[in-house]
């Protein structure tokens, strides 16, 4: 069980090399960035993604750093027996867990018009039902530990909605309240839940870009750092919301 340090009252921060984490998504981009610092700071650490082979890849990556443990799901969490397996694989392979970071996502970008009913439910099934699969399947686990965090990665698109990005921005607009009205549910079982919107991050996300083409762009690393630090934030605070921004954007 993850284990809290504690110097003064309400100030107790989870150690992470005793913290057990999911990471959905976590073969690539942002997901195996968060999954990365995760292993490097001694956490136990199950990725999931719906690409055997990628996922496998990432795995062997992961297992480089010696500091923690890495554990692979192969799942699809847009489908809710998928995702309540692969969250029971965790607390089964680690006997329970601490912290369920929902990053798994797809883009499909296109005008309403132009978009089809499978790009549209593909979108909605990863980016907003997904979520509320693996918390649904995550909170008992959560609650039998007595404390935890639940951080949704979500996107600036769900704020600030563009052309093509109807599918896209509305999934994110969801996740940020659905992570709201969870975070109000599950406060009081000592279960803290955040909300990560980062813009522009380079990754290549949905063939948007190549991978590091743009200096200006947020890190994935930068979002695993703010990963890291809700994990250790103080227990008597909730940062609830986070906005990232690139410093020093492209200009128009």
């Known amino acids: 069980m993850a284990t809290p340090s504690q110097t003064s009252q309400g100030s107790e921060r989870l150690e992470l090399a005793s913290v057990v984490a999911v990471v959905t998504g976590g073969s690539r981009g942002i997901g195996f960035a968060i999954a990365s610092a995760l292993v490097s700071s001694g956490a136990r650490v199950v990725i999931t993604g719906r690409d055997a082979q990628q996922l496998q890849d990432a795995r062997k990556q992961l297992e480089q750093s010696r500091s923690g443990a890495v554990h692979a799901v192969a799942a699809d969490v847009g489908r809710p027996d998928e995702a309540a397996r692969a969250i029971d694989a965790v607390a089964e392979k680690f006997g329970g867990l601490d912290v369920l970071v929902n990053n798994a996502g797809v883009g499909k970008f296109a005008n309403v018009a132009e978009m089809t009913i499978e790009q ?133």
Not at 130 to 144: D, E, N, S, T, W
Not at 154 to 180: D, I, R, W
Not at 219 to 224: G, I, M
């Open 120 to 252: 549209w439910q593909q979108t909605m099934d990863t980016n907003l039902s997904g979520v509320f699969y693996c918390c649904r399947a995550a909170i008992p686990h959560l609650k039998r530990r007595g404390r935890g965090w639940i951080i949704n990665i979500s996107s600036l698109a769900g704020s600030n909605p563009f052309t093509g990005g109807a599918a896209y921005c509305a999934s994110k607009a969801g996740l940020n309240v659905f992570s709201e009205a969870l975070m109000q549910e599950v406060r009081h079982d000592n279960i803290r839940v955040s909300c990560i919107a980062p813009g522009s991050v380079g990754t290549g996300f949905a063939g948007r870009g190549s991978s590091g083409e743009a200096d200006w762009k947020i890190a994935p690393q930068d979002v695993a750092e703010l990963v890291l630090d809700l994990v250790t934030f103080p227990s008597r605070s909730l940062p609830s919301r986070i906005e990232l921004r690139p410093s020093r954007p492209k200009k128009a």
